[in-house]
Structure formats: C-alpha cells, structure tokens
C-alpha cells in the first residue's frame, strides 16, 4: 500500500522534482514543459466566480509568478476582477494544510501520515456504518472542484463507499434554480449565452448585483451598443441599481406578488406573444386565471412600488424587441424562491423573450464550478442529469462505468439540510465534507455548530486547516487548491473551460482527485475506478454519460479542444460547428419535455416565515459585500492587497433616518439581534438601503449566527435573505 501512495505522489506533487514534472507531462497532464506556450503562458480558467475568465498565468521554471486576464478568450475579452488577479496569493499562505491532520485525546491536532490517515478515515467510516447502519455516514461537497474530481467523490461515496446521502453547497446556492429550470424547461438547463448582455435592448435584473458579484458579466452589459433599459428589481439601492436607468426598490420579498402583477398587465393591456405561447408553451390558461386576482393596486401595496411604476416596467417589456432578465440570490435564497424563478421564466415565454438573441429567463450562476455540480456531482442526480429512480437511467449509468447496477442507488439523497437535520437527530454519524465551509456558511450557524458536536466522526478536506469547519474536524486531508491542478469548470453560459496546474502544492498536500483515489484505495473498491487514472480519463467518461441527454458533449474531443475554442458550451455534438463561440437554447422553442413545450408554473405566495414585530422590527438582508471578498474569506482573506479593499470589521447597513432615530453614529459598535444571537457589528449608515430594512455581508462569520434557517419548499435552498433582526447602539464600546 506504501508503495501504491509513493505512485500517487508521482502522479501528483508530494516529493517534487524537475524529474517528475517532466514525467508527469509526459503522461499527458499538462503540468510542463510541452504544453508550455513558447513565451512560458500557461492559460488557466479562474477559480472563484462562475463567470469563468480566463487567465494567463506567466510561468518562471515550474511556478507562475503572475497573472494577467487573457486578451482572447470570449469570457473576459482581457479583463478580470480583483480576485482573479490575486488568485496566486492564497496558494501561499502560512495556514495550508500540509499534511494529514488527527485530533488526539486533548483536542490538539497532530500530523500523521497519509497511511495512517486513509487507515483510520475507512476504520472509522466503517465502525460508524457498522454500528449505525449503512446510511449513517454521508458527504457534503461543493460548486468549486473541478467536474472531474466531482464525479470521482460523488461515484466513490455511493457506487464504491455505499452512500446513499451526499449533498453540495450549491443547495445554498443554484438549487431553486436548477429546480425552476428542470419543472418549467425539462431539464437544468440555462438558455443563455453571455453575448446576450451585450444583445439585449432592455434588461432586468431580478434580486442580482453583478457589479460586486459578477464584475466581469457587467463588463459585458458595459458593451451593449443598443443604449438598453437596464431595469434593477432590488430592495437595495446597490452598486448596479446606481448605474441601471431604472430601480425598482421593492419590499423584501414581494417578488412573487410584484412579477405576477407585470404579467396580470401585460396580459390586460394585450401585451402578449399569442403565437408563441399556442405553439410552444403550455398551461398558460390556468396561469392567465390565477394572476388576475394581482391587480396592480395589490401589488402596490405589497411592494411598496406606485401603480404607475409597474405600468411603466409593463411597458418597457412589452416594448422591447430583446428583452432578457437576469436573477441570483435575491431570488434563489428565498422561501418561495421557484415560483419567483418561474414567474420570471413565465414572463419571458408569454412575451416571446426566449431563444432569440438578448432574451431570456437566465440564472446567474455562483462558484466557478457550480454547474459542474449540478450536472455530475451524483448529489441530486444521478451523473450527467440522469435520474436514480429511473432503471433505464441507472442501466446506462451502470453499464458506462462498467459496475453492477446494484451498486447505484435506486432512490435520491437526502437534501443538505435534511442531512444536518439527520445529525441532529443522530442518524448520520460520520460526514465528510470536501471543500465548503459550512460552520461559516451554513444558515443559523451556531445551532450547526452543536449539531455537529453530535457527530462520531467528521473528516474536513480543505487547503486550510484553519476554517470554522477544519476546526471541528477530527480529521483533516489536505488538498491542492485552484491552479495546483487540472480539470473543466463550467460556467453560468454552460461552457466548459479548462483549469490547469501553474503551481505546486505545499507538502503533501495532494489533489481531491488523488484523494479520492487513495480513499478507494483503502476502502477496498479501487477496481471501480481503475480506467480513471487522471482527470482526463473522468472527462472521456462524460462524454458518454452524457451522450443523448440535453447537456451532450459527446462532440467535446479533449482538453486541448477545449483550449483551442475558447472553452465550449453544452451541448456540444460532433454536429455543432466549434467556431459558434456564443450559443444559446431553445431557438427552435422546443423545450426537454415531453411535450417539447415549456410549462407554465405558479402557486399562491406564501406568508413570510419570520415576519417583522415590535422586537424585531427590522428585516435583515444578506448577502456579497465587496467584489475583493469571496465567501467565508479563507481564500481572498490571504491577500494584503485584498484586504485594502473592504472593511477589516464586521460592518451592518442602516437607513440614515433610522440610524438618527436610535441615535446612531457611522462607524459606531452596535448590537445586532435576531432570535438566534446578538452580534458586534459596525454601523454603516448609508441612503441607499429603505427604512426598516439592514444588510450584513456574508464573508464575516457573524453574520449567520442571526440567520433564520426558513427553506423553498421545492428547492430546499435556505432563504437567507429573510429574517427579523434589531439593531440598538452599543453604549459601552466605542472606538
Ligand atoms: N465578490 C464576490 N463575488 C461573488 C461571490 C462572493 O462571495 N464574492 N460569490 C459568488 C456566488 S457563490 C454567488 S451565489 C453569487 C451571488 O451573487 P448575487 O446574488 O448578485 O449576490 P447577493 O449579494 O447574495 O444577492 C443579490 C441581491 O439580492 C438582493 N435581495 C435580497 N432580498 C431580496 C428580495 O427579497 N428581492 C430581491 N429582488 N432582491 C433581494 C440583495 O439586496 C442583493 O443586492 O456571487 C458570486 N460572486
Ligand atoms: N448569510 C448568507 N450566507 C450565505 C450566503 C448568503 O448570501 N448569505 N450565500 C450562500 C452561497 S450562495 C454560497 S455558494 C455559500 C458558500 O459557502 P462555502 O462553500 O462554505 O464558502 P467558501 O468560503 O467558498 O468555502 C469553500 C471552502 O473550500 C476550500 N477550498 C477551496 N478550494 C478547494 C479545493 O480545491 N479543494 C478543497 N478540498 N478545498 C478547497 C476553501 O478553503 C473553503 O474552506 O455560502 C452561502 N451562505
Ligand atoms: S469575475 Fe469571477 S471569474 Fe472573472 S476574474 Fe473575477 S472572480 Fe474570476
Ligand atoms: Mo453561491
């Protein structure tokens, strides 16, 4: 076994030398000499974002010494965000984990060997299965490996370990999404390219901040020559609202009553593409009956908006020739987050906004990986999109990977909350959770934290060793980071790009692909996987899981492919032309079910789970605070330069007049309160948010102590933008 770890190394970077890097190239990799570019350019997709650019990483010897965006790839045209050219710097940094990490009796963590560490992770994984059953031990995954090495944990953990449950953070993120698409198209499947933005003539962004979330899309807005309507539909007056021509600053969570106002009046006003939706859509009939009682008055009222503002928006829509519209979190992190996707996806086949060029009902994605995750994760599909409770889906799965179809489970996993919910309830025993942090995270954080208190065995592979969740751990693996290895990001336009090896990792910190395959080495179920040598071998098995389905990329040759197009979108046959750089869906307005039509979906709004009172009288936004911060900061929090760029203190956003009314001062510490938890904060008194409502970023761990765990009944994704929260100066603390 020794020696099958010493080969890995090898393969990957443990003990690393000039005479491994060019035997690893040689075994087609990708790490160096030949696939240099001849002035020392390898190009690499970026790892945080889905807007996936593209970057030129400048190699000295074996390691890239900088980072410029590339001026030709149809992504990013030359231009990144700060991130993307701070990505070096985490790779770095003085807490990566550098070795196998053990908590002993103390509570101290000791290094061990990656023997010992694979021997005690299956002694224990199998212990915890054998004294609590076969589905108490589970995984939680995430939207930022590359696709590759998703579809090695998720085929590990259920064909090879005998997982039944594992689930990704893209439930925190794309799930309403994907649910939306999947009920209204037939399948996940977002229709748009990015020249789109660039197409449109209006365009309307839905709970979306791409100025600070995705800087690089509104690059592309930036570029419309059409002199758009840029509309913004956001309770704040963000960064993007300032440079919309429109700002729509709803309530918190009127969207559903709002949208299904629009669709009432442009329906009333005749406003409607009758030809489109006979021949392509279906159920717009009991949808024409069901918004009538949204009468714009109502919606008015609902949504604090006057009657002629929703006229005005009605008809911009219906005046538009292109008119596409764009949602993220404001609409996925919600308790009625599907039917609000779907009564924007209504709003764009009633109008005929669909399939043609500067249309669309287009969801922007999140982490770079996030559709990799949601099409072969094997978290809530079976890979490739496929279903597991369908026997001919599992027969071809089974028969492609060349395993016994008993081996793949018949029924679906439990979702990522139900999954905590099981550790509470002391179902689940054992977790392994592979790159998220969701002790940081995760909504009502510090109820996950005593649920996670209850677990046997918890084993966190990350970079750091540092996280909230690492801290927990009882044993920690550590893994390569983004530019330390190969494999495809896709991107929120459904492309396919290449992310590749500039750097080595520290110690022995070793790949998740590799990981994966030293687990199922000692798991004793490496047999499974033995065709899968390296990354590129999983993506010539994608191609033929994913053969006749919607997301086909059968016509995909290899990497090199994939570099040479400029990255590629699904689908891709070998009957699609690979100079079409900029793709879209549905232009022949057949839609993947089996009707071919695309369907009308709505339901009655729901009651806010946790509405406003006398005690908590304000509602708490959260959400991306700056474009130099990602999430839980344990990448982004590396860089000095970074770090210039945000404030250093957990800061929370108050209305002007509501700061003088309880005598508040900018800068001043206040406490911030919910049901949950009180929290330090700093007051940033600012304009641009209404009275009544706050807003606290995500990146400081304080901020999901006071997040009210409520879920989208459908998508299960967890409604962080709702929750009842007070704010009251802090009279003792002042600096
Ligand atoms: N710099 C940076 N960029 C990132 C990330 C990051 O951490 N940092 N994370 C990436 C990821 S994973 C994601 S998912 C995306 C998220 O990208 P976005 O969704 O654009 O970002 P958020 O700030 O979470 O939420 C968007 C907006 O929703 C609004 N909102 C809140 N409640 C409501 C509501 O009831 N209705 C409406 N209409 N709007 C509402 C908020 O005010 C906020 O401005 O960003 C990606 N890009
Ligand atoms: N209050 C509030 N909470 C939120 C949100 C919100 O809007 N408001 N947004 C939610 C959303 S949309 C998202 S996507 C989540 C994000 O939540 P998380 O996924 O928990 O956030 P990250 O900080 O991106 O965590 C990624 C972890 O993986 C590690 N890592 C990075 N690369 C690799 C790798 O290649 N391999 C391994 N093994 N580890 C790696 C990083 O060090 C980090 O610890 O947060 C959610 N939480
Ligand atoms: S916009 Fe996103 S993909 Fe582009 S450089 Fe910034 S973080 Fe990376
Ligand atoms: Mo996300």
């Not at 033929?544 to 016509?555: A, T, V, W, Y």
């Not at 606290?696 to 765990?709: A, S």
Request: glycine share 6%; aromatic share 10%; hydrophobic share 35%.
């Amino acid at each position: 076994m020794k020696e099958k770890i010493q080969n890995l190394f090898y393969q990957t970077e443990g003990k690393f030398t000039e005479e491994l890097a060019l035997s690893y190239s040689e075994k087609g990799q990708g790490y160096l000499p030949e696939r240099l570019h001849p002035d020392g350019i390898i190009k690499t997709v970026c790892g945080f974002c889905s807007t996936g650019c593209s970057l030129d990483a400048h190699m000295r010897g074996n390691e890239a010494v900088n980072l410029v965006p590339t001026a030709d790839y149809p992504v990013n045209l030359g231009e990144a965000c700060p991130k993307g050219w701070e990505s070096l710097t985490p790779l770095k940094a003085s807490d990566r984990a550098v070795a196998p990490l053990q908590r002993d009796e103390k509570g101290n963590f000791v290094t061990l060997s990656w023997h010992d560490a694979m021997t005690t992770f299956v002694d224990n994984f199998t212990r915890v299965q054998q004294r609590y059953g076969k589905d108490s031990v589970a995984f939680l995954s995430t939207g930022q490996i590359p696709t590759e090495e998703m579809v090695m944990l998720g085929s590990l953990a259920k064909f090879g370990m005998g997982m039944l449950h594992g689930d990704g953070n893209t439930r925190q993120c794309m799930a309403t999404a994907a649910t939306a698409y999947k009920e209204s198209f037939g399948f996940d499947a977002p229709p748009f390219t990015y020249k789109d933005f660039e197409e449109s003539d209006v365009i309307v962004f839905v709970g979306a901040n791409p100025c600070i979330a995705h800087p690089i899309m509104w690059e592309r807005v930036q570029m419309n020559r059409n002199d758009p309507e840029i509309i913004v539909i956001d309770p704040r007056k963000t960064e993007t609202a300032m440079a919309a021509t429109r700002h729509y600053a709803i309530t918190p969570k009127s969207d559903l009553i709002f949208l299904y106002a629009i669709a009432n009046i442009l329906i009333q006003e005749g406003w409607i593409k009758k030809d489109y939706i006979k021949k392509f859509t279906q159920g717009f009939d009991d949808f024409k009956g069901h918004v009538a009682q949204y009468t714009p008055e109502t919606a008015s009222r609902v949504s604090g908006i006057a009657v002629e503002d929703l006229y005005a928006l009605a008809r911009i829509i219906h005046q538009g020739e292109r008119v596409s519209f764009w949602w993220t979190m404001g609409v996925n992190q919600s308790y009625e987050a599907v039917r609000t996707a779907q009564a924007i996806i209504n709003l764009t086949l009633m109008t005929g906004n669909i399939g043609r060029p500067g249309t669309g009902a287009n969801s922007i994605t999140g982490q770079c990986n996030a559709m990799g995750s949601r099409l072969f994760s094997n978290t809530t599909n079976l890979l490739g999109g496929h279903n597991f409770e369908s026997p001919e889906d599992r027969k071809k799965i089974a028969e492609i990977l060349n395993i016994d179809v008993n081996k793949i489970p018949t029924e679906n996993s439990l979702a990522y909350d139900q999954i905590i919910e099981a550790v509470a309830a002391g179902k689940i025993k054992g977790l392994w959770i592979v790159a998220t942090n969701p002790v940081h995270s995760w909504i009502n954080q510090n109820e996950l934290r005593e649920t996670f208190k209850k677990l046997d065995y918890l084993v966190v592979q990350d970079m750091y060793h540092t996280t909230e969740t690492a801290q927990m751990a009882h044993l920690i693996l550590p893994s390569a980071g983004w530019g330390e290895k190969e494999g495809t990001f896709i991107n929120s336009e459904r492309r396919f790009g290449v992310t590749k090896k500039v750097a080595k990792a520290p110690g022995e910190a070793l790949a998740d692909f590799y990981i994966f395959k030293l687990v199922a080495e000692y798991w004793g179920c490496a047999g499974l996987f033995e065709e899968w040598k390296t990354p590129q071998d999983v993506f010539q098995t994608m191609k033929e899981i994913s053969k006749d389905q919607p997301c086909d990329i059968s016509g995909m040759e290899d990497y090199s492919m994939l570099e040479r197009c400029g990255g590629m979108q699904w689908p891709f046959t070998s009957k699609d032309n690979e100079h079409d750089t900029e793709r879209r869906l549905f232009e022949d307005g057949k839609f993947y079910h089996k009707d071919g039509k695309a369907h009308f979906i709505f339901e009655e709004p729901k009651e806010n789970p946790e509405p406003v009172n006398e005690d908590f009288p304000f509602e708490l936004l959260t959400g991306r605070g700056t474009s130099s911060q990602w999430h839980t900061q344990t990448r982004t929090g590396k860089s000095e330069v970074l770090k210039k760029m945000y404030p250093k203190d957990v800061y929370v956003e108050i209305n002007t007049k509501d700061a003088n009314s309880l005598n508040i001062q900018q800068n001043d510490w206040v406490y911030v309160s919910t049901r949950r938890a009180t929290v330090k904060a700093r007051a940033f008194i600012v304009p641009t948010l209404k009275p009544g409502v706050l807003f606290m970023p995500m990146h400081y761990e304080e901020t999901n102590k006071l997040t009210f765990p409520s879920f989208d009944p459908y998508s299960r994704q967890p409604s962080y933008k709702t929750c009842a929260a007070n704010v009251l100066q802090n009279r003792y603390e002042q600096v």
